[in-house]
């Protein structure tokens, strides 16, 4: 049976991408296609507009303004993180009801797949007729099933530039520098930076994914080892490297990050008018009455400051790469934009499509002749809800570092044409 | 008298830009034209090379490999910051006789400009023939006399999409996003990032630059005003704020950094291992024995913890951009690049000529018929190696804001088209 007629809602959740918007619009344009979706809804900051009936229509939307939006990072109908309650479920489906709601797309990563899971089993319980999509997003990279992620090859792109640029200007003005790479649980991201080398002396000369366990004394030995080589050292760490690795941990047991490690060395006293008051929950107080600086923004500064002051080193520098691997418009992968693009027509196609089964879109390689080919197919969302997936054990050499062959075959045509770094000829140095 | 025939010396010298090879290559092209210069020599790390005879011969470099260089970022000759002494003066002639070295390049900013300025001196006192010219490059834009900086325009394009991206992500998921931008005691960079701005609510919304004083408690004030009306705020905080204000300063004043004064507040207590050891001059311990986190890598990280203490905002994130800002490749402006290639050609250009004059490129607006059009000119180095100039009073409005339309007016040219945001029509909310 092809689908119902009636109206489509679509939200963006989780982390912004630099290409999320193309899924979006993606969506959009197919649906225009069809007859089964009359109105096409698009809700403020996911979850939070369904709950409160804030909606842009999407069909009324001229052509410039999609074009442009595609082209625009981040998620231009607002992004939220949050799980709807099954009260909350409750008010979104009499929404649905009176709005005639019979396709819901939500694009995220896993845990909005979880919330696409949610509303799906509420609507088969209610036995209200709903078609439930899922389309992927993340710049980790770290679903499930699918072969790899929309916006993952932007990022990647982000992170190969910024090292490649960093490895110039470290060869220009020596010494040692710490980029700390998004990823949390996954070293997809991470792994990119080594796309920064095109030379044999090139760095990253040490690249750290939260997977292996990071153990600071290992590491300084290996700063020091990599400083002594080649008078330089150029360090890729991802924000999640952690005490026992993330292959290594057991059931239900939480990675013990060394970014916590760290800022629990750190007291920040500052003036009593600036510190928390009672009932700020804003910020965060141990028991000990110290205050704790979230995220990783500090472990860069801390890691740096270590290496200084036991390997004797004068100039170490730390960047966090922060929100432009995920939003900055200059890195965008053509291949990636166009797959992004790619799922969003998907989902819909599925959506109305004769049999329908929940799901989320999901890419398989297909290669041809050696050439890069993918195709699009329909995983229930039970399949990546729950759990991530860590970058591929075997794609780890046995001396820990990142079987490069493997992994370039696998991110490059992701990533696309970078740019390329020139060196002397007849250098006498 | 047309320049004598002889060997030159190139060097490159300070932080690396996006386009100072650009400089560096326009330099060896046009040289290769004339016959005055028989060998171009590139010093490796600039007066370390000539200190210790690490040279690249230039004209033996194929062309393809000068076509790569030109487009790398960073220097490829490698970089230094060092002011040559009498003695060490003394070696280079020693080696500039030797070698029958007749003309001296130097890309940087000022205090490179202050090399050249010593050897220029140093070649005057010892009536040793050579034709001293300084070719510009700061990300900066902080030297006097020329309208603009080769490297600028790249560095501001950078910071602008930056912003832009950013802009979209803080739409997306609002919150007080604070970002710290490089420029230590002159705002041109951290003005380029309203750039960012495209649509009447976009951000940034507070900007603040080294030449106006800045105060804790009014900024707070002023986040607070902006996130109750915009329910977010995107903020430019440069690097070098102070509390003094550069405008105001005293001679012989220094400013009082605001990320100093933060920063004294960190206490790092790290096992002992990891503190610094007796002889250790890489790291500095006050007189309290407490250590100091160096750079303003944590300003970002402690003014996103005070906003959130104070105001009780949960969502409050800060980037420190980084060495992105000079060294990404994906970000160069065309003009800047063209400009930069340009700077280097005229300098050997001046240096061969009939009527030499020592000096550093500069360049002035000669826009026609609203056209923007540039040309060089030679100013002499003692008018550019001691000073750098600030953002101008007169683009400041009585408010304490950047006059928008004075600085759009400087800025554009120089950084070039960028990315366009999209926006809805028609929307319900």
Same mark, same amino acid.
């Given at each position: 049976?092809?689908?119902?007629?009636?109206?489509?809602?679509?939200?963006?959740?989780?982390?912004?991408?630099?290409?999320?918007?193309?899924?979006?619009?993606?969506?959009? +344009?197919?649906? @225009?296609?069809? =007859?089964?979706?009359?109105?096409?809804? =698009?809700?403020?900051?996911?979850?939070?507009?369904?709950?409160?009936?804030?909606?842009?229509?999407?069909?009324?939307?001229?052509?410039?303004?999609?074009?442009?939006?595609?082209?625009?990072?981040?998620?231009?109908?607002?992004?939220?993180?949050?799980?709807?309650?099954?009260?909350?479920?409750?008010?979104?489906?009499?929404?649905?009801?009176?709005?005639?709601?019979?396709?819901?797309?939500?694009?995220?990563?896993? %845990?909005?797949?979880?919330?696409?899971?949610?509303?799906?089993?509420?609507?088969?319980?209610?036995?209200?007729?709903?078609?439930?999509?899922?389309?992927?997003? +993340?710049?980790?990279?770290?679903?499930?099933? +699918?072969?790899?992620?929309?916006?993952?090859?932007?990022?990647?792109?982000?992170?190969?530039?910024?090292?490649?640029?960093?490895?110039?200007?470290?060869?220009?003005?020596?010494?040692?520098?710490?980029?700390?790479?998004?990823?949390? /649980?996954?070293?997809?991201?991470?792994?990119?930076?080594?796309?920064?080398?095109?030379?044999?002396?090139?760095?990253?000369?040490?690249?750290?994914?939260?997977?292996?366990?990071?153990?600071?004394?290992?590491?300084?030995?290996?700063?020091?080892?990599?400083?002594?080589?080649?008078?330089?050292?150029?360090?890729?760490?991802?924000?999640?490297?952690?005490?026992?690795?993330?292959?290594?941990?057991?059931?239900?047991?939480?990675?013990?990050?060394?970014? +916590?490690?760290?800022?629990?060395?750190?007291?920040?006293?500052?003036?009593?008018?600036?510190?928390?008051?009672?009932?700020?929950?804003?910020?965060?107080? %141990?028991?000990?009455?110290?205050?704790?600086?979230?995220?990783?923004?500090?472990?860069?500064?801390?890691?740096?400051?270590?290496?200084?002051?036991?390997? /004797?080193?004068?100039?170490?520098?730390?960047?966090?790469?922060?929100?432009?691997? @995920?939003?900055?418009?200059?890195?965008?992968?053509?291949? %990636?934009?166009?797959?992004?693009?790619?799922?969003?027509? %998907?989902?819909?196609?599925?959506?109305?499509?004769?049999?329908?089964?929940?799901?989320?879109?999901?890419?398989?390689?297909?290669?041809?002749?050696?050439?890069?080919?993918?195709?699009?197919?329909?995983?229930?969302?039970?399949?990546?809800?729950?759990?991530? @997936?860590?970058?591929?054990?075997?794609?780890?050499?046995?001396?820990?570092?990142?079987?490069?062959?493997?992994?370039?075959?696998?991110?490059?045509?992701?990533?696309?044409?970078?740019?390329?770094?020139?060196?002397?000829?007849?250098?006498?140095?």
């Amino acid at each position: 049976m092809a689908g119902p007629k009636g109206n489509a809602v679509i939200g963006q959740s989780g982390g912004p991408t630099a290409v999320i918007n193309r899924s979006f619009i993606g969506a959009i +344009t197919e649906a @225009r296609k069809h =007859g089964e979706i009359l109105e096409f809804y =698009g809700a403020r900051h996911g979850i939070n507009g369904m709950l409160n009936n804030e909606y842009v229509p999407l069909f009324e939307q001229p052509n410039f303004v999609l074009q442009q939006i595609s082209c625009t990072t981040a998620a231009a109908l607002g992004s939220i993180r949050h799980k709807p309650s099954s009260d909350e479920c409750n008010r979104i489906f009499e929404n649905f009801k009176k709005m005639n709601v019979r396709y819901f797309f939500y694009i995220g990563g896993n %845990d909005s797949a979880e919330t696409a899971y949610i509303i799906n089993s509420f609507a088969a319980h209610e036995k209200y007729d709903l078609r439930v999509v899922h389309i992927p997003k +993340t710049i980790d990279n770290d679903l499930l099933i +699918t072969d790899h992620c929309p916006g993952y090859g932007s990022a990647a792109k982000y992170v190969a530039c910024a090292f490649m640029g960093d490895n110039e200007d470290n060869r220009a003005l020596k010494g040692v520098k710490i980029n700390v790479v998004m990823g949390r /649980n996954a070293g997809f991201l991470t792994a990119a930076s080594i796309l920064g080398r095109q030379y044999p002396k090139d760095g990253p000369h040490l690249v750290h994914m939260p997977e292996s366990p990071f153990d600071i004394d290992l590491f300084l030995k290996s700063v020091d080892k990599t400083f002594k080589d080649h008078g330089r050292a150029l360090i890729a760490v991802s924000e999640g490297i952690n005490k026992q690795g993330i292959y290594n941990l057991k059931t239900g047991e939480k990675p013990e990050y060394i970014s +916590t490690w760290l800022n629990s060395f750190v007291n920040l006293n500052l003036p009593k008018k600036y510190m928390p008051k009672g009932e700020n929950k804003a910020v965060e107080v %141990d028991s000990h009455g110290n205050v704790s600086l979230s995220g990783s923004g500090m472990m860069g500064d801390i890691l740096a400051y270590i290496v200084k002051s036991t390997l /004797n080193i004068k100039r170490v520098r730390s960047d966090t790469l922060g929100y432009p691997q @995920r939003s900055f418009p200059l890195a965008i992968s053509e291949v %990636d934009a166009r797959e992004a693009f790619k799922v969003g027509v %998907d989902a819909v196609i599925a959506a109305i499509g004769d049999h329908f089964d929940e799901g989320s879109v999901a890419i398989k390689r297909v290669d041809q002749d050696g050439i890069y080919k993918i195709e699009t197919f329909i995983s229930p969302l039970q399949s990546i809800q729950k759990n991530t @997936r860590s970058f591929p054990k075997d794609w780890i050499t046995e001396d820990g570092k990142i079987d490069e062959r493997k992994f370039r075959e696998y991110v490059s045509p992701l990533v696309g044409e970078l740019p390329m770094a020139g060196r002397f000829v007849k250098a006498i140095f």
